[in-house]
């Protein structure tokens, strides 16, 4: 018995400890696309066939990203949501026009797992408080667009990138961490899609300033650009453009990332 204990204790600490990696499946009209600095589409794939050949190479989650729901008013497409979820065993968060509790319930509902905040987060601080305390912390992602502005600080964007807050990035973070939120998906907008790498000044302050995962997003190219993320403090990478267009494989990846001592599951 004490050697399954054993056993057990240390596959609990290996998935505990493990990073993760998240491919992005950003929405538009029904497809998943990618652009470059939040513009640009281009088409990338059904969502439901794109999302089950996650599940197949060894992601650790997939993210959904209806991302122009907000800017256009209108709610997250439960129907292709609901498509997804049948598909894949492995965590999905959904995100993209949620602006009130039932949203949650909805997504919930119809088997995502986690859902992704943003700019109704920044208009109604307390619906973080609220969402928490009703679905619990672990299903609460609070997203955060940042961009460095002319003063060198990150500050906030919304509305798909489209407005700055004004919010300074780092306070923040501070302040959905202390609302309940139970992780943070930072991207960058200056890099995101460039395949330049993240934004690693940025997401190291916030990883080390609060204590809950922090998702780093936006300039994944190569697999050391990955590694780099987990280094400076990410607990997840997510990306997009490498593993639609099959640039880097997800599991060469985790081995690579296994080989240069960073813990993933295999």
């Known amino acids: 018995m004490s050697n399954f204990q054993d056993n057990l204790t240390g596959l609990i600490e290996e998935v505990s400890f493990a990073k993760r990696i998240i491919p992005c499946l950003d929405v538009d009209n029904g497809r998943v696309v990618k652009g470059i600095n939040f513009v640009g589409l281009r088409d990338a794939g059904d969502p439901v066939e794109v999302a089950k050949r996650y599940n197949q190479e060894g992601a650790d989650e997939i993210t959904f ?16 949501v609901k498509k997804v979820a049948k598909e894949v065993f492995i965590p999905l968060t959904v ?17 995502c797992d986690k859902v992704s905040i943003n700019s109704s987060a920044v208009t109604n601080p307390d619906f973080i408080n ?9 299903c609460i992602v609070v997203a955060i667009d ?7 600080s990150y500050h906030v964007f919304v509305k798909g990138g489209r407005e700055d807050t004004g919010l300074d990035a780092l306070e923040w973070a ?17 890099a995101d899609g ?10 190291g302050q916030i990883s080390r300033a609060i ?20 280094e400076c403090g990410a607990e997840a990478a ?22 240069n001592n960073i813990p993933v599951r295999i």
Do not use: W
């Open 65 to 80: 990203l209806d991302i122009g729901a907000s800017h256009e008013g209108r709610d997250t497409i439960v129907d292709v």
């Open 95 to 111: 995100g993209g026009g949620i602006r009130k509790l039932d949203d949650i319930y909805n997504l919930l509902n119809v088997g």
């Open 130 to 138: 609220q969402a928490a305390k009703r679905f619990g912390s672990q």
């Open 146 to 152: 940042v961009k460095k502005v002319s003063n060198g």
């Open 174 to 190: 501070k302040e959905v961490y202390n609302r309940g939120a139970g992780e943070i998906l930072l991207t960058s907008m200056d």
């Open 194 to 203: 460039t395949k330049a790498g993240f934004e690693t000044n940025i997401t």
């Open 211 to 230: 204590d809950i995962p922090v998702i780093a997003s936006g300039g994944a190219g190569t697999m050391d650009h990955i590694k780099e993320a987990f």
């Open 238 to 259: 997510l990306a997009a453009s490498i593993f639609h267009f099959k640039e880097i494989d997800i599991m060469d990846l985790k081995r690579y990332l296994n080989s």
